[in-house]
Antibody, heavy 118, light 109 residues
Framework: EVQLVESGGGLVQPGGSLRLSCVDS????????MNWVRQAPGKGLEWVAS????????YYMDSVRGRFSISRDNARNSLYLQMNRLRVEDTAMYYC???????????WGQGTMVRVSS | AVLTQSPLSLPVTLGQPASISCRSS???????????LNWLHQRPGHPPRRLIY???NRESGVPDRFSGAGSGTDFTLEISRVEAEDVGVYYC???????FGQGTKLEIK
């Protein structure tokens, strides 16, 4: 069973930085677009960023563009989210995930919690 | 596209049916000819799990009491007979641009 495992979350002050990582235990990481999705406490799901299979295209939600950077290392089966100039409103559980329209094509990690507070 | 779900809260008696609507502000038919509309289920403390993909295709292991339907801008998730394990929040999701509905919280009456 393919697993995505996130790490790197924690408590950080406003204006600080964190780097999230997501490791794919499967063998097909390099075949998929990958995504970061976040969920503020008690709130719904919110797409954050996406990256193409080879890293050549990257997309961001408006409120993080210019502050967050998504990247990947296909040789390490790893996805990253560099988060700079963090704000209180960035507090959320951050999930890495992928989705393809075939049976079993949706995979979500367990999430890593980011808390931005002074 | 903005996805709007209704209702946002859904109290249901065990064994009774339930229905959730998801409406898009624009057609979700993609240039590949498919409509990548998914339904996800999330229990407290857990990541979301996809139940339905491309409008009406059930994931492996999803009970057949779950069904999806719709086209274009209007979609529906139906549960024929709600069981206790069905509680949680249901999200519709557009699978190309990763847009989510607000979520519908299903609880047992």
């Amino acid at each position: 069973e393919v697993q995505l495992v996130e790490s790197g979350g924690g408590l950080v002050q406003p204006g600080g930085s964190l780097r999230l990582s997501c490791v794919d235990s499967g063998f097909t990481f390099s075949s998929y677009w990958m995504n970061w999705v976040r969920q503020a406490p008690g709130k719904g799901l919110e797409w954050v960023a996406s990256i193409k299979v080879d890293g050549s295209e990257k997309y961001y939600m408006d409120s993080v563009r210019g502050r967050f950077s998504i990247s990947r290392d296909n040789a390490r089966n790893s996805l990253y989210l560099q988060m700079n100039r963090l704000r209180v409103e960035d507090t959320a559980m951050y999930y890495c995930a992928r989705d393809s329209s075939v049976v079993g094509g949706s995979v979500w990690g367990q999430g890593t919690m980011v808390r931005v507070s002074s | 596209a903005v996805l709007t779900q209704s209702p946002l809260s859904l109290p249901v008696t065990l064994g009774q049916p339930a229905s959730i609507s998801c409406r898009s502000s624009q057609s979700l038919v993609h240039s590949d000819g498919n409509t990548h509309l998914n339904w996800l289920h999330q229990r407290p403390g857990h990541p979301p799990r996809r139940l339905i993909y491309k409008i009406s295709n059930r994931e492996s292991g999803v009970p057949d009491r779950f069904s999806g339907a719709g086209s274009g801008t209007d979609f529906t998730l139906e549960i024929s007979r709600v069981e206790a394990e069905d509680v949680g929040v249901y999200y519709c999701m557009e699978g190309i641009y990763w847009r989510f509905g607000q979520g519908t919280k299903l609880e047992i009456k």
